[in-house]
């Protein structure tokens, strides 16, 4: 489990959702089984089965990835963003072409962001086309960009700890169970996937797969049942910052235990706040977490299938 210095910023990269800067009215509500933007165009004719792409794992998840034929360059793969992002530096020495201006909500709240047309981004043998992404500082980034459920609505995302690989496969092939494995169902909302087989000390919660930070966080509804009390014992504090560069203040605590499905995990310490997405997916006033890296790559190996809303965890032996 890693464990976060007391004041040390963390970039934290989750729930980006965006709706045009210019609109007048709010925004259509999203179907509860999708995305908010359409789902980007796979052409995974060179490769049904998947490419196993070599990452690096800093924390979190990062693979090589192309950008109109350039590259490569690092991007972080972040199943807690609804829309893939470049980085700014990037896509003014790609040239790209500037979209429209988009309100983007982020861990630390919304801000309106420059958009950018993406002709080809390519991971592996799969190519991703017509992608229109936010296009935001590298230094918040942490990465030259991120790959978000835009480019893996479609498909089967699966990170390997232990061997530092990710593989994107067309979900339509076939899936055999592993030993050690566990297969637990999650909802979709907002394109996230929601597990509502999770616990904290008994405290039934609601738990979204947020790949793209690297500090687990809960809310103070989760604080509040767990701890009975209206404050959460302090432990530390810590600064996070969002992918926009706005940050804000989180309290440290130690967790009793997490279960997952039919998986006990002890000793998880997490950061409480009431950061915005948890109120995005309609989790304010109820326990919820994001998971994120510290607790997932306590497994083996997570495997996220966004069609079928399954989430497979295998276990170390």
Same mark, same amino acid.
Request: aromatic share 4%.
């Given at each position: 489990?890693?464990? @976060? ?6 970039? !934290? ?35 049904? *089965? ?5 990452? /690096? ?8 990835? $192309?950008?109109? *034929? ?28 500037? /979209? &429209? ?37 590298? +230094? ?31 979900? $339509? ?18 394109? &996230?996937?929601?597990?509502? &087989? ?18 687990? @966080? ?12 209206? +404050?959460?014992?302090?432990? +530390?504090?810590?600064? !996070?910052?969002? @992918?926009? *560069? ?15 499905? *039919? ?22 006033? &109820?326990?919820? !977490? ?28």
């Amino acid at each position: 489990m890693m464990f @976060v210095r007391a004041a040390a910023p963390v970039i !934290l990269i989750a729930a980006l959702l965006a709706t045009p800067a210019t609109a007048q009215a709010p925004a259509a509500a999203a179907p509860a089984n999708g995305p908010t933007i359409p789902p980007a165009t796979l052409d995974d004719t060179l490769e049904i *089965g998947g490419d196993e792409l070599p990452a /690096e794992l800093a924390g979190r998840m990062y693979v090589d990835a $192309r950008v109109n *034929g350039e590259g490569p360059f690092r991007f972080l793969v972040d199943s807690g963003a609804d829309r893939s992002v470049i980085g700014a530096r990037l896509a003014a020495r790609l040239k790209l072409p500037a /979209e &429209q201006r988009v309100r983007l909500q982020g861990m630390a709240g919304t801000s309106e962001v420059e958009t950018v047309l993406v002709d080809r981004l390519t991971l592996g043998t799969s190519t991703l086309t017509s992608l229109v992404t936010p296009a935001l500082p590298e +230094r918040y980034l942490g990465a030259a960009g991120l790959i978000g459920i835009d480019a893996l609505a479609e498909q089967r995302l699966k990170l390997d700890f232990d061997s530092r690989t990710v593989t994107i496969e067309d979900r $339509r092939q076939p899936m055999t169970a592993e030993a050690g494995e566990i297969v637990v169902t999650a909802r979709r909302r907002k394109g &996230q996937l929601i597990l509502t &087989q999770a616990s904290v000390g008994g405290t039934r919660v609601f738990a979204v797969i947020d790949t793209g930070t690297d500090i687990t @966080v809960g809310n103070m509804a989760l604080g509040r049942a767990i701890f009975r009390r209206e +404050r959460v014992p302090l432990d +530390r504090t810590v600064t !996070l910052i969002s @992918v926009t *560069g706005q940050s804000f203040e989180a309290r440290l605590a130690t967790l009793p235990p997490v279960r997952i499905g *039919g998986i006990t995990l002890t000793n998880v310490t997490i950061a409480f706040a009431d950061a915005p997405p948890f109120a995005l997916f309609g989790l304010k006033d &109820q326990p919820a !977490l994001l998971l994120g890296t510290d607790l997932l790559k306590s497994f083996k190996r997570l495997s996220l299938d966004f069609g079928a809303r399954k989430v497979r965890f295998t276990l170390r032996r």
